[in-house]
């Protein structure tokens, strides 16, 4: 019966105690003042997103058509669009000049990954773009991240204390003009976009394509690209 009394009235008694001494710590602090809460526990912040989080064998490819003589482990940074590079017992930054015109990357077991580098209309900083389809019409994937705040509030002890990152993609077409054209996501959008081409207006004729999704979209310009009047 003793045990019994424990396993039901001690949770109970602990929670009356702990308010109690909660109460007359802040009665003794804090006798006619509002009480302000904090939280000591150390959060998490995102500084990077990585396409892989493992390091991936790779070498850059030059304007003129080069390639980089060797193979360096290399891991490409979505969320601050850059390349970091581990040489010897550092790992470098490798600055996106106009000299450098894309990179590939390879797992030892698995697909190999090709990407170019762009500047996007009138931006300063070029921009880095997975090349998922090759040809007279190109399928460009531009990868992102998106940082979430964290909103935990100490006083309700609710909510998150870290940060998140969300990583995304937009998707764009290289034209057998050269020019660079995103692919908005809404259907009534895209086919406009789109509608300019006569091999993409017979595609979407009679085809439904997910605008918000890459197989769907690699099959469409797979078409354009095979595509004969």
Known sequence: MKSLFFVLFLPILLTAQRNTKQQAVMADLYPTEAVETYDLRTRTEIKR???????????????????SNENFPIKYDILNQELN????????????S??????ILKKVIGPEYEFRIRKIGKEVNPTIF???VKGK?????????????????????????DEKAVVKELFYLLDNR??????????KAAREVLGEYTS??????KNKVNFKDRESLRELVLFMNNFQK
């Open 137 to 161: 019409y190109q399928l460009f994937v531009k990868h992102y991240a998106e940082k979430i705040k964290p909103n935990y509030v100490a006083a309700l002890d609710a909510g998150t204390r």
């Open 49 to 67: 997103v990585f396409f892989n989080q493992e390091w991936l064998e790779g070498h850059l490819l030059f304007i003129d058509g080069k390639t």
């Open 178 to 187: 050269g020019r660079l054209i995103e692919i908005p996501k809404k259907q």
């Open 85 to 96: 590079v581990s040489v010897g017992n550092a790992i470098y930054a490798v600055p996106l």
């Open 200 to 205: 993409a207006r017979r595609y979407l004729a």
């Open 98 to 103: 106009a000299k450098t015109h894309g990179f």
């Open 130 to 132: 997975e090349v998922a």
